[in-house]
């Protein structure tokens, strides 16, 4: 146990390693000194409170929308629409925030939280109940899902919900107590990495200490046991489609509420692709979850700086993070072959 | 005639068992050779060897009188070896054609010559009078036909030596009297066939000679026409003398039935009917043995008593009273529980730990969860003490149920179905591939349920361990009912007929 536990984290760190290493070729490619680089990334991510408040506040949708669809993983659900999940999540924020008057904050703020959560919840929900009754396949209703999201809200920012006092497709303001307050002065770092270690602390405890969370490890890893044993698969599919699409939905609520205190066309940086990596670089555990989304979003932000303050192509950095995920998703696999030859042996 | 093809001597061992024991078996040209036996005989492995799948420990195998390696199959098919596995595998998206010729497509450059491909599997299809439209996609055909197919791609091959596993196991009694048809015109031309059979008629109205195996030993080999189903049955189950670990069976005071079917029929897997109107009761306190090679029901049987398979029709009672099948949790309530075949595929998570695999069945209720939050100390006390109680050798609790050997995954399984006190165990191949301290051990448990009470059905395709646990036997065939006794005084010569279908209405 405690070697598996030991090599879980080794390996996975090894594999960083190793992208950064192919990353530092690449630069010298480019003509540049990685070394330089590289102090520059890391500089950029860590090196003052504000770079830290950004890398923060970079982490908080990413580890919101992972924890989502670790959720989903977990059962073997591949849900990869926490992008249109995060985009309903941010229009529920903005109803409340837009048309509900003028709430104080601790009713506005829970409110924006819930509405967000049940909104992104019913489009993950949508997937599940298709897949529950007719056996839609989840990829293909997800990632559909997720273009009439976008649509939707690029309807209602150009048109029904636009600023009056403005041409560009982008809603008004919300009101001031449906606004995530910024919570380390000087900087964007907002309410809204609570709300993510919240969020972390409850994925944990459901997934390890509750029925729910046994039986939905149980139906991902072995399906046919999970019948014989009476459990009801199809209740658990849309539940954890609900809670996925949810999380994914808080994403959306804390970007809009807590950055840009209004739904712009283009609010959400692909972060829910971007959470389909987070949750398997986190092994599909809440905890790992937190650390993949950290470390993503260092990078990151990172990275921007490396393109800024050292002229490192944008293109590398794009490469940089495609490596680090290739590495780590096939480090898991090597993983896996050792304890197959292992198990294998015992036979 | 000479022999087209001779397996001298061939050993196989796995651990703990002897699978083929210096086998001999010669196949003359032009002839069936019908190989008989139970399950576990050694027939599959032997196929397997001459297929190229496995290598043997000893022994060899002349073709035409020359002894040659086969390492894979594409050495089989080059020594004009095919086989029809008694699964079919064939693309259902793809035409008949494009399965036949996959692997050895005819092709110009980078394109497939379709129209050749389609031309030489006409002809094949004439000659043999198999019927197969080129152009038909799989998915589109019968049973029947994709089995022709199968039989097809194997003769585009150019195949003159046709392994032929249990072909009829999935065929409707018409399709089986059309195949026969081509097993004979396959034959006239000069193809020579291994035929592999549990089935006595069958074999009786097709082969040529009868080779038997009994635990991974030729018995005999006999010429049809001096053959018996008597006797081929007589030599398929043997007539040792049975070990018994209990005492006696006993002479029951029946009670009311705790659970019974009335003309269940079910549809299988493979949409063919699977049970044919069976009808059985269980009573407290008693083992009803069922007997049956594998694929004769068995499986469907034990998933609708544990609700994990709708009936078609028919229907199914516990305490008397009429209750729909198909629900597994409602079976569970009911005291209904079962140790499947399928140990690693359904009775346990293999990649997760011992601690949840010990609550699979009782999670969701106290001690070890409350109001939907699982109790981990209750949990684990609990592991601990099964693991303790039941001796299942294990490094920790925390290991996953993949590591343990298959004595002790056996245990874990059975020892969490017993725990939730069932009042119907169903117990299916419950000693298969156990090694025999194992074997004693989970037939012991089962004897201890039975003294407490509990109704058992065991689904064994061991006739020794039916023989020996039982206290009413039935055999199984074909979906049905074929043969029903008390376990006294009962043959196995009887019971090996009636396995084989020859005591059929």
């Not at chain 2, 397997?48 to 086969?70: A, S, T």
């Not at chain 2, 009670?255 to 049970?275: C, D, F, H, I, P």
């Not at chain 2, 034990?302 to 028919?314: C, H, N, S, T, Y």
């Not at chain 2, 925390?398 to 050997?405: E, I, R, Y």
Request: proline share 4%.
């Amino acid at each position: 146990m405690t070697s598996s536990r030991l090599s879980s984290v080794l390996i996975p760190m090894l594999a960083i390693l190793c992208a950064f290493a192919a990353g530092a070729l690449l630069i010298a490619l480019a003509g540049k000194s990685p070394v330089v680089a590289y102090e520059a990334l890391i500089r950029s991510a860590f090196g003052n409170r504000n770079n830290w408040g950004e890398t923060l506040v970079k982490t908080t949708p990413l580890l919101l929308a992972g924890l989502g669809t670790a959720l989903a993983f977990r059962a073997r659900i591949f849900n990869i629409g926490a992008e249109g999940q995060i985009q309903m999540g941010a229009l529920g924020a903005a109803f409340v925030g837009l048309f509900l008057g003028n709430l104080p904050a601790f009713v506005g703020i829970p409110l924006i939280l819930v509405a967000g959560f049940a909104m992104g919840g019913l489009w993950g929900g949508i997937a599940g109940l298709l897949k529950k009754q007719f056996r839609a396949n989840e990829i293909i209703v997800t990632l559909m899902m997720n273009y009439v999201a976008l649509a939707i809200t690029s309807y209602l920012v150009g048109g029904p919900w636009r600023d009056p006092a403005s041409t560009e497709p982008y809603t008004a303001r919300f009101s001031p107590g449906t606004i995530l307050p910024v919570v380390l002065p000087g900087t964007r770092l907002h309410a809204g990495i609570f709300v993510a270690l919240l969020a972390v602390a409850a994925a944990w405890w459901l997934v390890h200490h509750t029925v729910y969370g046994y039986q939905s490890t149980v139906v991902g890893a072995n399906e046919e046991a999970a019948r014989y044993s009476g459990m009801n698969t199809g209740l658990l599919i849309v539940l954890t489609m609900f809670l996925s699409g949810g999380l994914a939905g808080l994403a959306g609520v804390v970007e809009v509420a807590g950055l840009q205190h209004r739904v712009l066309q283009n609010f959400s940086a692909d972060y829910g692709y971007t959470a389909i990596a987070i949750a398997m670089l986190g092994r599909v555990e809440p905890l790992g979850v937190a650390v993949a989304a950290f470390l993503f979003a260092a990078l990151v932000i990172g990275s921007n700086g490396m393109q800024d303050l050292v002229g490192v192509p944008v293109s590398i950095v794009f490469i940089l993070e495609g490596l680090v995920l290739l590495l780590v998703l096939a480090s898991g696999y090597f993983r896996r072959q050792r304890r197959l030859e292992r198990e294998g042996e015992g036979c | 005639m000479t022999a087209v093809l001779e397996l001298v001597n061939i050993t196989k061992h796995f651990p703990g068992v002897l699978a083929n024991d210096h086998i001999n078996i010669d196949l003359q040209e032009g002839e069936v050779l019908a190989l008989l036996g139970e399950n576990g005989a050694g027939k599959t492995t032997l196929m397997n060897i001459l297929y190229g799948l496995l290598r043997p420990d000893e022994g060899e195998i002349r073709v035409r009188g020359q002894r040659c390696r086969i390492d894979s199959p594409s050495d089989a098919i080059a020594q004009g070896i095919g086989m029809v596995h008694q699964h079919f595998m064939l693309v259902p998206t793809l035409t008949a054609a494009e399965n036949i010729v996959l692997g050895q497509e005819p092709v110009w450059g980078p394109f497939l010559k379709r129209g050749e491909a389609t031309q030489r599997i006409q002809r094949l299809s004439e000659d043999y009078r198999l019927n197969v439209n080129p152009g038909a996609r799989v998915w589109q055909l019968s049973v029947g036909e994709q089995q022709r197919v199968e039989i097809l791609k194997v003769l585009y091959r150019g195949a003159e030596i046709l392994v032929l596993d249990e072909p009829t196991a999935s065929l409707t009694p018409q399709e089986a009297s059309h195949f026969f048809d081509i097993l004979r015109s396959m034959v006239q031309r000069g193809k020579s066939i291994i035929f592999i059979s549990h089935k006595l008629e069958e074999v009786m109205a097709i082969s040529n000679r009868i080779t038997v195996l009994r635990r991974g030993k030729v018995i005999g080999t006999v010429d049809r026409r001096d053959a018996s189903e008597a006797e081929l049955a007589c030599m398929m189950v043997g007539r040792d003398v049975v070990l018994r670990v209990s005492g006696e069976h006993r002479a029951h005071v029946r009670k009311e039935a705790v659970a019974s079917l009335r003309n269940a029929s079910v549809v299988g897997s493979y949409g063919t009917y699977a049970l044919r109107g069976v009808s059985l009761d269980l009573y407290p306190g008693e083992i009803l043995g069922v007997a049956g090679v594998d694929g004769n029901g068995q499986t469907e049987l034990a998933e609708v008593l544990a609700g994990l398979r709708p009936l078609a029709e028919g229907e199914m009672c516990v305490d008397g009273r009429r209750v729909p099948a198909g629900d597994a949790r409602q079976q569970m309530e009911l005291g209904v529980f079962y140790v499947p075949a399928e140990r690693k595929k359904r009775g346990a998570v293999m990649n997760l730990p011992l601690h949840v695999n010990a609550i699979l069945k009782s999670h969701h209720a106290p001690p070890y969860s409350r109001k939907g939050i699982l109790n981990h100390r209750a949990i684990r006390a609990f592991t601990e003490e099964q693991t303790r109680h039941y001796d299942i050798r294990c490094a920790s609790i925390d290991v996953a149920a993949g590591t343990l050997s298959g004595g002790n995954l056996q245990k874990l399984i059975l020892a969490r179905e017993i725990s939730s006190g069932p009042r119907i165990l169903v117990a299916e191949q419950p000693t298969r591939g156990l090694d025999v301290g194992a074997i004693e051990y989970v037939r012991r448990l089962l004897l201890e349920q039975r003294e407490k009470g509990t109704a058992i059905l065991l689904i064994s395709a061991d006739l020794d361990e039916i023989l020996a646990l039982s206290d009413r036997i039935i055999v199984l065939y074909a979906g049905k009912v074929a043969y029903e006794c008390e376990n006294k005084g009962v043959s196995r010569e009887t019971l090996g007929l009636a396995m084989g279908g020859a005591l059929c209405a």
